[in-house]
């Protein structure tokens, strides 16, 4: 008989995201995502100045606010078909080159390792075993003998007081828990570290854009930072070096230290590369603009479908034509009026609350389709993209990690294998140690572009009268992330996000497909149903982000994820 | 701020998300201290909105740290509350005592584990009573605000920094109040 698991709020991600699941026989066999507060911050902009949107898009969430504040201003640039000047270009991508190298360090380190490393197992550990297996893997500075001792001291001290604190609602002993103790040691070892890495990236950011969260240097047209190389309190070459030395810092724990980490996960728990695929239709659209145009990118986008990853459609621009007719959302078994779907420039967001109804209406999220297919997006949607493009930065990075994994696991391992919840994580490390090699690049465009004597940051937009539609995308740390705004008369008149999140949480639609989260978890193992860790890892190698996807916060609270069985 | 400068030792810092009616009364609150106080030179005031992991940096260099945020429980709408660093430490992640609390606690570990040294902390909260997609306060929290704006005085004045009301009030920076000005057409 199937055991109904139902987990609210699954832990360790923003907003509310509710997960039910049917086992039956140690797997399961049906899932259900639901997003359990109502969306619909959007509707605070209508009516106001375009050239405003963004100030308050980024506070639709808390964690990823660059990414709507950026997506807001090309948006509105979209409508007016204007260009913004290259060294706008390049301080926005250093922006969210940054912030995707932050984001991502933090997704893996600090809010799904300890889905696979037993933080218990830690006092049992040999330090100097751990030092030289980590040494043998990387020669980070790291990875010394002392680093793996003041981890495991740590461990110690809060395991032997009895307070876990922030560690107490993990699923510690697990039987799917398999890493020896001196693995497990350096993850931990690398979490602390992480936590530095992290925030060296974050400042970078919070150089070009002012202050973080919410950079306050973004403009419609382009960006406020004033450039004069021999001024003080402008963008110099002073600021420009403490960013290079910060880059210069984080880019060797990305490349050295979590792309190991990564690759070296996969290759100890290889049963999940098999297990999580879910929707094989793939989207990511391309981003990091080179020139005033926006016509060539350094990061590539497109759409796989069927699990066709030798074949990628490409999407040439950021608001590339199919993908301006292919988006519609689907209202079915959302908590919204209406079950026809919707283009993002015609959709509307009026609530219709039912209950939990699952053959009927269930969740907060919208289903977005593209050309009515489910679709998966986020890292690894990227890497796929990119290797069946033959993308030259994708490829150095995916057969690298590829290679490492089979030589770890002593099996071959093979890009279709990425198709899977361990696939995600391995994609994350691929993209973000392509991030590491473009912050160095982009840094070099904009420096090099303000030496030839171009200080242009801003082109002012200029508002026509009647109604002109435009979209706004970003390939956000969590996936594709498009922003589609309606102006008539110079005022916002219709305006809607369609986050990363809400393509992965996604619930069925009117022919009953699932969304990306529910296909991924039918076929997962779960041994014990009151402790449901593998449901858990599926879910969280998605990077959940409900906060945006539904957009709110809970004003009551509530505590410790309930895990009820049925 | 960024790594490469001195900061003041002390920091007010409004916490909340300005789209959330009372979840607001952090950086609203920044805004009216900014337009409604003069302070001296070692105190920084920061509208943080909304931030993760973000926040640890902000720590970093300081003596004294003042959190302004909305709190979901604990008392009645507009009433003001403060916790002071002991108080904040023992609320386990799982029990939410303002609408951030996960980055609260998980800000004071990575502050210790990345060895950020700050001295202390203290959290200025208000009980909110309505939390919809709105740029207004609640009145109860509206009528709370005075009285904890004075409370950050008062407090700044206890850590030697200079505070004092403005005869008149400088503008207020509420871009989110601001109406929609006509656009260049």
């Given at each position: 008989?199937?055991?109904?698991?139902?987990?609210?709020?699954?832990?360790?991600i923003?907003?509310?995201?509710?997960?039910?699941?049917?086992?039956d026989?140690?797997?399961?066999?049906?899932?259900?995502?639901?997003?359990?507060?109502?969306r619909?911050?959007?509707?605070?902009?209508?009516?106001?100045?375009?050239?405003?949107a963004?100030?308050?898009?980024?506070?639709?969430?808390?964690?990823?606010?660059?990414?709507?504040?950026?997506?807001?201003?090309?948006?509105?640039?979209?409508?007016?078909r204007?260009?913004?000047p290259?060294?706008?270009?390049?301080?926005?991508?250093?922006?969210?080159?940054?912030?995707?190298?932050?984001?991502?360090?933090?997704?893996?380190?600090?809010?799904?390792?300890?889905?696979?490393v037993?933080?218990?197992?830690?006092?049992?550990?040999?330090?100097?075993?751990?030092?030289?297996?980590?040494?043998?893997?990387?020669?980070w500075?790291?990875?010394?003998?002392?680093e793996?001792?003041?981890?495991?001291?740590?461990?110690?001290?809060?395991?032997?007081?009895?307070q876990?604190?922030m560690?107490?609602?993990?699923?510690?002993?697990?039987?799917?828990?398999?890493?020896?103790p001196?693995?497990n040691?350096?993850?931990?070892a690398?979490?602390?570290?992480a936590?530095?890495?992290?925030?060296?990236?974050?400042?970078?950011?919070?150089?070009?854009?002012?202050k973080?969260?919410?950079?306050?240097?973004?403009?419609?047209?382009?960006?406020?930072?004033?450039?004069?190389?021999?001024?003080?309190?402008?963008l110099?070459?002073?600021?420009?070096?403490?960013?290079?030395?910060?880059?210069?810092?984080?880019?060797p724990?990305?490349?050295?230290?979590?792309?190991?980490?990564?690759?070296?996960?996969?290759?100890?728990?290889?049963?999940?590369?098999?297990?999580?695929?879910?929707?094989?239709?793939?989207?990511?659209?391309?981003?990091?603009?080179?020139?005033?145009?926006?016509?060539n990118?350094?990061l590539?986008?497109?759409?796989?479908?069927?699990?066709?990853?030798?074949?990628?459609?490409?999407?040439?621009?950021?608001?590339?034509?199919?993908?301006?007719?292919?988006?519609?959302?689907?209202?079915?078994?959302?908590?919204?009026?209406?079950?026809?779907?919707?283009?993002?420039?015609?959709?509307e967001?009026?609530?219709?609350?039912?209950?939990?109804?699952?053959?009927?209406?269930?969740?907060?999220?919208?289903?977005?389709?593209?050309?009515?297919?489910?679709?998966?997006?986020g890292p690894?949607?990227?890497?796929?993209?990119?290797?069946?493009?033959?993308?030259?930065?994708?490829?150095?990075?995916?057969?690298?990690?590829?290679?490492?994994?089979?030589?770890?696991?002593?099996?071959?391992?093979?890009?279709?294998?990425l198709?899977?919840?361990?696939?995600?994580?391995?994609?994350?490390?691929?993209?973000?140690?392509?991030?590491?090699?473009?912050?160095?690049?982009?840094?070099?465009?904009?420096?090099t572009?303000?030496?030839?004597?171009?200080?242009?940051?801003?082109?002012?937009?200029?508002?026509?009268?009647?109604?002109?539609?435009?979209?706004?995308?970003?390939?956000?740390?969590?996936?594709?992330?498009?922003?589609?705004?309606?102006?008539?008369?110079?005022?916002?008149?219709?305006?809607?996000?369609v986050?990363?999140?809400?393509?992965?949480?996604s619930?069925?639609?009117?022919?009953?497909n699932?969304?990306?989260y529910?296909?991924?978890?039918?076929?997962?193992?779960?041994?014990?149903?009151e402790?449901?860790?593998?449901?858990?890892?599926?879910v969280?190698?998605?990077?959940?982000?409900?906060?945006?996807?539904?957009?709110?916060?809970?004003p009551?609270?509530?505590?410790?994820?309930?895990?009820?069985?049925? | 701020?960024?790594?490469?400068?001195?900061?003041?030792?002390?920091?007010?810092?409004?916490?909340?998300?300005?789209?959330?009616?009372?979840?607001?009364f952090?950086?609203?609150?920044?805004?009216?201290?900014?337009?409604?106080?003069?302070?001296?030179?070692?105190?920084?005031?920061?509208?943080?909105?909304?931030?993760?992991?973000?926040?640890?940096?902000y720590?970093?260099?300081?003596?004294?740290?003042?959190?302004?945020?909305?709190?979901?429980?604990?008392?009645?709408?507009?009433?003001?509350?403060?916790?002071e660093?002991?108080?904040?430490?023992q609320?386990?992640?799982?029990?939410?005592?303002?609408?951030?609390?996960?980055?609260?606690?998980?800000?004071?570990?990575?502050?210790?584990?990345?060895?950020?040294?700050?001295?202390?902390v203290?959290?200025?909260?208000?009980?909110?009573?309505?939390?919809?997609?709105?740029?207004?306060?609640?009145?109860?929290?509206?009528?709370?605000?005075t009285?904890?704006?004075?409370?950050?005085?008062?407090?700044?004045?206890?850590?030697?920094?200079?505070?004092?009301?403005?005869?008149?009030?400088?503008?207020?920076?509420?871009w989110?109040?601001r109406?929609?000005?006509?656009?260049?057409?």
């Amino acid at each position: 008989m199937a055991t109904r698991i139902n987990i609210d709020p699954v832990t360790r991600i923003e907003g509310h995201l509710r997960v039910d699941v049917e086992v039956d026989g140690n797997s399961v066999s049906k899932a259900w995502a639901s997003c359990t507060m109502w969306r619909g911050i959007e509707n605070i902009v209508l009516g106001r100045d375009p050239r405003e949107a963004w100030l308050f898009t980024q506070r639709f969430c808390g964690v990823c606010t660059t990414v709507h504040a950026m997506a807001s201003v090309r948006a509105v640039e979209d409508a007016l078909r204007s260009q913004i000047p290259p060294n706008a270009q390049f301080i926005r991508n250093l922006i969210l080159i940054n912030h995707g190298l932050h984001d991502h360090i933090v997704h893996f380190y600090h809010l799904s390792a300890l889905d696979w490393v037993d933080l218990m197992t830690i006092p049992r550990a040999d330090p100097a075993k751990a030092a030289s297996l980590a040494q043998s893997l990387s020669d980070w500075t790291g990875n010394s003998v002392k680093e793996m001792k003041a981890a495991q001291d740590k461990v110690k001290a809060f395991a032997g007081s009895g307070q876990l604190g922030m560690f107490s609602t993990g699923y510690w002993g697990h039987p799917a828990m398999k890493l020896p103790p001196e693995v497990n040691l350096i993850a931990f070892a690398h979490y602390l570290q992480a936590f530095v890495y992290q925030r060296y990236a974050l400042q970078v950011v919070g150089m070009l854009g002012g202050k973080t969260p919410h950079i306050q240097n973004l403009a419609v047209g382009g960006v406020q930072n004033a450039i004069n190389l021999d001024s003080l309190g402008t963008l110099n070459m002073d600021r420009l070096y403490q960013m290079k030395f910060l880059t210069d810092e984080v880019v060797p724990f990305v490349q050295q230290v979590y792309f190991n980490d990564a690759c070296t996960l996969a290759a100890l728990y290889p049963e999940w590369l098999s297990y999580g695929g879910g929707v094989r239709n793939y989207l990511a659209v391309p981003d990091l603009p080179v020139n005033a145009q926006a016509s060539n990118f350094d990061l590539p986008g497109g759409v796989i479908l069927d699990g066709n990853i030798g074949f990628s459609k490409t999407l040439y621009t950021a608001a590339d034509t199919e993908f301006r007719h292919a988006v519609t959302e689907d209202l079915s078994h959302a908590w919204y009026k209406g079950n026809e779907p919707q283009h993002p420039w015609k959709g509307e967001t009026v609530p219709h609350y039912t209950d939990f109804e699952e053959n009927g209406k269930y969740s907060w999220v919208k289903a977005p389709r593209y050309d009515g297919r489910p679709m998966q997006v986020g890292p690894l949607a990227q890497v796929l993209i990119g290797y069946a493009q033959g993308h030259l930065l994708t490829r150095k990075w995916t057969d690298l990690a590829l290679e490492k994994i089979s030589s770890i696991s002593k099996r071959k391992v093979t890009v279709n294998d990425l198709q899977s919840t361990m696939g995600r994580h391995v994609a994350r490390a691929i993209r973000c140690a392509m991030l590491a090699d473009l912050a160095q690049t982009h840094w070099n465009y904009l420096v090099t572009n303000i030496s030839s004597g171009d200080t242009a940051v801003c082109n002012p937009p200029k508002f026509p009268d009647g109604e002109v539609e435009g979209v706004g995308t970003h390939e956000a740390p969590r996936g594709t992330l498009s922003h589609w705004v309606v102006l008539r008369n110079g005022r916002l008149s219709n305006y809607q996000a369609v986050v990363p999140t809400t393509w992965n949480a996604s619930p069925r639609d009117n022919r009953g497909n699932p969304g990306p989260y529910e296909a991924s978890l039918v076929g997962n193992p779960v041994i014990d149903p009151e402790k449901p860790l593998e449901v858990l890892r599926t879910v969280h190698s998605f990077d959940p982000c409900m906060a945006c996807a539904c957009h709110t916060f809970d004003p009551a609270g509530k505590p410790i994820a309930k895990v009820k069985v049925l | 701020m960024t790594a490469f400068e001195r900061v003041p030792r002390v920091l007010v810092a409004g916490i909340g998300n300005l789209l959330l009616q009372d979840d607001g009364f952090g950086p609203q609150a920044i805004a009216r201290l900014q337009s409604e106080y003069e302070f001296g030179d070692d105190v920084e005031l920061l509208d943080l909105g909304t931030p993760a992991l973000d926040f640890v940096d902000y720590l970093a260099g300081r003596e004294v740290v003042i959190l302004l945020d909305a709190l979901s429980s604990g008392g009645e709408p507009g009433e003001v509350i403060i916790y002071e660093q002991e108080r904040l430490k023992q609320f386990l992640p799982g029990m939410r005592l303002s609408a951030h609390q996960p980055c609260l606690h998980e800000t004071l570990f990575a502050a210790e584990a990345s060895g950020i040294q700050f001295k202390e902390v203290m959290l200025i909260g208000i009980v909110g009573a309505s939390f919809d997609v709105d740029t207004a306060l609640s009145v109860p929290v509206k009528r709370g605000m005075t009285r904890a704006l004075e409370l950050v005085r008062l407090i700044l004045e206890r850590n030697g920094v200079s505070a004092r009301r403005r005869k008149r009030p400088a503008a207020c920076q509420q871009w989110w109040n601001r109406p929609a000005s006509a656009p260049a057409l």
